[in-house]
């Protein structure tokens, strides 16, 4: 008797279905597999934005110089929780000559990535012929500057290991200043510094683009760069010749650039990254799930860093065209102080607080960061522009503004049009980075069309932004941020009227030629000089007066509108161990939790 083999037919949705099942445990399993494996001595980081080149010297924006911050060593470092100087390249320094002598002995047996000997050449190499070399711009040269005459270092070799700078006269900031810089590699430099016959400009100036390969990049910091791929991630790899042996401890370091703070929120919570600035509205949501989730939430109190509207004050021609870098109607606005007071008066810096930031920020009312033992407090002094939208309208009266329409407006939540004294309506473009900023420029818009004036908010690319600020200058107004810390001194560049980062008055650099019809204010040179003032004097009193002055009248003329600083809240994985978030480290980004990047350890 035959057994029966009746066949079941299976219908095609239920195969689907089971396929699809296969498929899903397969991929769970195979990713339970290798995830331990491929994350236990990775640690995955998020970058706001890409960067614009892997030149330690041309940089002028915060992430490039995060970036290459990790691969070059300067001389010194500074401990960004206790805010004492530490050894680097160099084993030790000594003052002579009633402070005007700096000495440094560099360590034995230095080398560069490459396995190339790091030497005192190097040293004299990258202030000498790179940093001091007025062919090549670079914003160290204005912060290296000492004095009234801005003469820079005289920098000597004493012997294999000591380099002496020898300074015009007393230099508060010295050792750091001078000690902070990266020092740069004269193997891989010096052939640079010979004129490119097709663009007659040095050859340094075109060298380590972003086109370069990576392997082409040299340093003697913790990291070297293994892996670039632009607007999508860096990864570096520990460099073999670190001098601190034995470190860094992570095999891996991955900067993924993540322009939408929204998705960089998403990719730490499906955990691809380690860590998180958190925004004020993150807080709740972050703060819920910290211990079930296995982090933790650090807060490093006030950010160094400033976010603030500037106006463009540059009333020069370009020389190529003799074409206004503002058009003149623009610039007799942003050049009147009344105009700028009642902008300052007419935004609503708690709303920015409350509703951006869910009451997790501060106002900012000064160009220090309030970190800084040099912050001024309103309480002392300091000037400050409460929200007062009546006294805005008051102070544009009186400078011979006037509204249309007999100041009747049909909108209750805008004034009506606000017009010049030449009647020109009032209104202009403010520019700002797409991205984490674009909430704050509408509140702004907001607040200022409350006023009377019209505003083309325009976020755009932040390279767009810095392109404009630096080589076309041909903008109205930006909304911008700028890192800080506790040293005044490291903003010289942005306060000297010739500085590289002048930036609302930028002036000719490099080898252009003069701007017909710029103008630098006397509390332009007056704000430049105090800057100078306070980098001589040695008595820490005395400094303290030079810069409560310098700030008061930075907010007494407003090129800068400071607007608010949020807390430095990092969120952190707890397999990420010795991570001391700081906010003197930088506020930019998880910066601040990546200082000791070389002390990072990451659990099994």
């Known amino acids: 008797m035959r057994r029966s083999q009746k066949q079941t037919k299976v219908k095609p949705w239920k195969a689907v279905l089971v396929l699809l099942l296969i498929s899903m445990c397969s991929l769970l399993l195979w990713g339970c597999a290798i995830e331990p494996e491929a994350l236990k001595n990775r640690l995955v980081v998020p970058l706001d934005s890409d960067i614009k080149t892997f030149n330690p010297v041309l940089y002028n924006d915060a992430y490039s110089a995060i970036a290459i911050g990790y691969t070059l060593t300067g001389l010194i470092s500074e401990n960004q929780i206790t805010s004492e100087v530490e050894p680097e390249l160099a084993e030790k320094w ?33 202030y000498q012929d790179i940093l001091f070399n007025e062919k090549i711009p670079s914003g160290s040269r204005d912060v290296l500057r000492v004095g009234q005459s801005g003469t820079l270092p005289k920098v000597e070799k004493l012997d294999d290991r000591r380099v002496s700078f020898l300074l015009s006269e007393s230099f508060a900031p010295a050792l750091r200043t001078i000690g902070g810089i990266g020092i740069l590699p004269k193997h891989v430099f010096a052939p640079t510094l010979i004129e490119n016959p097709n663009s007659k400009k040095l050859k340094f100036l075109e060298t380590w683009t972003l086109n370069t390969p990576v392997n082409q990049l040299v340093g003697s910091g913790a990291y070297i760069i293994q892996e670039y791929r632009p607007s999508e991630r860096i990864i570096y790899k520990p460099n073999p010749y670190y001098w601190k042996k034995g470190t860094p401890n992570i095999e891996k370091f991955v900067m993924q650039i993540v322009e939408s703070p929204d998705t960089a929120l998403l990719r730490f919570r499906s955990r ?165 900023r674009v909430l704050l420029g509408a509140q702004i818009k907001s607040d200022l069309e409350k006023i009377g004036m019209k505003i083309d908010f325009n976020p755009v690319d932040f390279r767009i932004i810095t392109d404009k600020l630096d ?111 700081s906010s003197l480290a930088g506020s930019t980004g998880v910066s601040g939790a990546l200082w000791n990047v070389e002390q990072l350890k990451l659990k099994s």
């Open 471 to 581: 080589n076309s200058k041909q903008w109205d107004a930006t909304l911008l941020g700028f890192t800080g810390g506790a040293e005044p001194n490291s903003a010289i560049n942005l306060w000297a009227t010739d500085g590289d980062s002048h930036m609302f008055n930028k002036g000719p650099v490099g080898d252009e030629k003069p701007f017909e019809g710029r103008e630098v204010a006397d509390w332009e040179k007056k704000i430049h000089s105090l800057m100078i003032q306070g980098a001589q004097e040695l008595d820490e009193v005395k400094r303290k007066a030079i810069y409560a002055e310098y700030q008061q009248l930075v907010q007494e003329q407003l090129p800068l509108i400071h607007l608010t600083v949020p807390l430095y809240l990092v969120a952190v994985r707890d397999r990420v161990e010795n991570v001391q978030p």
């Open 272 to 436: 691809e990254l380690d860590m998180y600035r958190l925004r004020g509205e993150d807080f709740q949501l972050l703060k819920r799930f910290e211990k079930r989730d296995n982090y933790k939430i650090y807060n490093a109190g006030p950010a160094t860093g400033q976010a603030f509207i500037m106006f463009n004050l540059n009333k020069g021609k370009n020389p190529k065209t003799n074409e206004p870098f503002v058009d003149p109607i623009k610039s007799k606005w942003f050049n009147d102080v009344n105009f700028r007071r009642a902008v300052a008066y007419a935004l609503n810096r708690e709303a920015m607080i409350t509703n951006l930031s869910r009451g997790l920020a501060q106002t900012q009312n000064s160009p220090i960061s309030i970190p800084s033992p040099y912050f001024l407090p309103p309480e002392k002094g300091l000037k400050v522009y409460d929200y007062q939208p009546e006294k805005s309208k008051e102070i544009l009266l009186q400078a011979g503004y006037k509204y249309s329409n007999d100041g009747k407006s049909n909108d209750s939540n805008s004034a009506p049009q606000l017009l010049d004294p030449q009647n020109n309506p009032v209104r202009f473009t403010l520019m700002a980075p797409a991205g984490g």
């Open 94 to 126: 000594e003052f002579q000559q009633d402070g005007k002598q700096l000495i440094f002995t560099l360590r034995p047996n230095l080398k560069w990535s490459d396995g190339e000997p790091l030497t005192v050449d190097d040293v004299l190499f990258t």
